[in-house]
């Protein structure tokens, strides 16, 4: 479903599931010239549950990954990146999604 979304707003998916040794982001896309690595959350309760999932451990785990990422595929190092979240929302009569763009800054060690 996050797919779908993004293809529909003209993302261009590069990865879905990526894996490293330090973790795994969701989604890697292109849009325009922004390479974005994208966290997806679904949630049948509420989006302040969805939010506060992607722990500071989470965001360092997910800066790692997108670091390797980027030393393995040199044709994006001089793309600009981003950090988004998408919350899919989940309730027996319907179904949103939430895209947060930027929701979080790389982190280093």
Do not use: C, W
């Not at 010239?33 to 360092?60: G, H």
């Amino acid at each position: 479903m996050a797919v779908e979304f993004l293809i529909s707003l003209g993302y261009k998916i590069i990865h879905r599931n990526y894996y490293s040794q330090y973790g795994e982001i969701d989604i890697i896309a292109l849009y325009d010239d922004l390479l974005v690595f994208l966290e997806v959350k679904t949630r049948s309760s509420n989006l302040s549950s969805a939010l506060s999932s992607v722990s500071f451990a989470k965001q360092l785990k997910l800066s790692k990954t997108a670091s390797f990422f980027l030393s393995q595929n040199h044709q994006y190092e001089d793309h600009f990146t981003r950090f988004d979240l998408i919350v899919v929302l989940k309730k027996p009569d319907s179904t949103k999604i939430k895209h947060y763009k930027d929701a979080f800054t790389p982190i280093s060690e």
